[in-house]
């Protein structure tokens, strides 16, 4: 039987996977699990005037099915929804706005653009319906051994394609305009990667589904859904920064041997099992791996730098053609990608917990906008934006990878019973992506723990789960 098993990383990847290992194994497991900062990763809150409001992974779109079921699971709610337009702009005017008329929305966007807008939602729709399909695979027990197999179960070659080749060459290609690519798409990637069109196919695929659909977020704050799959599986929370992990074998099996210093010094365990879900990167942790034959070589890429600053201001409608304050109507700003302007996204965010009596500054007062990106903003763009603010907080980031950096998919398996989760941000990155991540490693590693081979890297699975239904 698997005795200890080691998480690495306490976010959502850590949380879910601790989730998921125990699940698949059993309850008698044993789970140490490693974080140095603060249970949740990213999905971080700050707080102004005594409410907290998310400064990170703020929502989840409604076809995330892994963090459906953790709320469920853990009775949590969805956040009350606050109703608000959202707006493109280019630096000098508004490209597009949305109004309060869903069919004055879509008027305006056929008048803009044709028929571009149908189009991206036919090939967002066709990529999203075959991503779905991961959830039927894994509710037959089956997982993937490495990042391509699992893209290629769901789409063949052509999704593996799409991690290789940009969302503005694929669009391109199924006769979405240039012109729709720099004003809209531009604009949503920028407000969700903080970068440009060139991102994979993939990714973009992903996030534009986001930008469409119905999104949520969990009441109290989306950090509530780590801490709790941790409680749920009585997971042995480690203050501690791992640092590096060394292969001993011992009666022909691998045990590893994880290394930490936590404030009382450093120490070690040892583990049967090892899931990694920090990113391991040189310019994100400097993790050692010592005796492993062949040598476990480092990982390619980069990370997009990415800053959040949270300013409680009044905001300076007049920057963006409204003199009067009063009929400045939106609460969420996209930008296109022009180059003198300083920043990706900015909106009018609500707190963690919404009351019924709950509703949003009018444009004319003081309210919380969360602005992202790529460089801290100096005093002079933060008067442009704002007419005056009482609070600014910073938190820089390397938050998502530089997509066009890396043609590569980093591994799942890093060694026999040593697993890595963080590689999948290479394909796309939300916390779906993460939750689904966490749950191939769970399978996976229980699959190879008791050779049920025939459960991992099947060919044709389609065909497979309709048989077995």
């Keep these: 039987p698997l005795s200890p098993a080691a998480v690495v990383g306490a976010g959502l990847g850590g949380s879910a996977a601790a989730y998921f290992l125990q699940q698949h194994f059993g309850p008698q497991v044993q789970l140490d699990v490693y974080e140095a ?3 949740g990763g990213r999905l971080a809150t700050v707080t102004v005037n005594k409410q907290q409001y998310e400064s990170r992974g703020a929502s989840i779109h409604a076809l995330s099915l892994h963090m459906q079921d953790f709320v469920k699971i853990l009775g949590l709610k969805h956040r ?51 991503f779905m399909r991961i959830y039927k695979y894994q509710a037959h027990g089956y997982a993937f051994s490495s ?8 789409g063949g070659e052509a999704f593996v394609n799409m991690t290789q080749r940009s969302v503005a060459e694929s669009l391109l290609e199924v006769g979405v305009t240039q012109r729709f690519v720099d004003d809209v798409i531009a604009a949503v990637l920028r407000s969700s990667y903080g970068q440009s069109v060139l991102v994979p196919a993939f990714a973009g695929a992903m996030s534009l589904a986001g930008a469409q659909g119905s999104t949520w977020a969990v009441e109290g704050g989306n ?32 045990l590893y041997q994880v290394h930490y210093e936590s404030p009382e010094g450093q120490g070690s365990a040892f583990y049967d099992l090892v899931v990694v879900t920090t990113p391991l990167h040189p310019s994100r942790s400097n993790f050692t791996f010592d005796n492993f034959n062949p040598p476990i070589a480092d990982f390619p890429g980069a990370f997009q730098p990415s800053v959040t600053s949270v300013v409680h201001g009044y905001l300076n409608s007049s920057y963006f053609g409204f003199p009067d304050p009063k009929l400045f109507p939106f609460t969420s700003i996209l930008t296109t990608d022009t180059p003198d302007l300083f920043f990706h996204a900015m ?32 005093k002079q763009q933060l008067k442009t934006l704002f007419r005056s603010y009482y609070s600014v907080q910073v ?50 590693a229980y699959n190879r723990w008791h050779q049920e081979l025939e459960k991992i890297d099947q060919k044709d699975l389609m065909h497979k789960v309709k048989t077995e239904l």
């Design 147 to 154: 990042l391509e197999e699992l893209l290629r179960s769901l």
């Design 223 to 254: 950090k509530l859904v780590c801490s709790g799959l941790l409680k749920l599986t009585k997971a042995n929370v480690i203050s501690a920064r791992v640092t590096g992990i060394s292969l001993h074998s011992s009666e022909g099996r691998a």
């Design 395 to 444: 938190a820089e980031w390397q938050t998502y990878p530089r997509y066009d950096a890396t043609k590569a998919l980093p591994p799942i398996v890093l060694h026999e019973n040593l697993f890595y989760l963080s590689g999948v941000e290479w394909v796309a990155s939300s916390m779906e992506m993460v939750a689904v991540a966490a749950k191939n490693v769970a399978l996976l």
């Design 80 to 130: 009350r929804e606050v109703a608000g337009k959202s707006a493109i702009f280019s630096g000098e005017h508004f490209v597009l706005e949305e109004t309060d008329w869903y069919l004055l929305n879509l008027f305006r966007l056929w008048w803009h653009y044709g028929i571009s807008f149908l189009r991206l939602q036919m090939w967002v729709e066709e990529v999203m319906e075959k």
């Design 347 to 378: 909106d009018n965010i609500c707190p963690v917990n919404i009351s019924a009596a709950f509703r949003r500054k009018q444009p004319q007062e003081a309210a919380v906008w969360r602005v992202l990106s790529q460089q801290p903003l100096d």
């Design 37 to 39: 900062a603060g249970v």
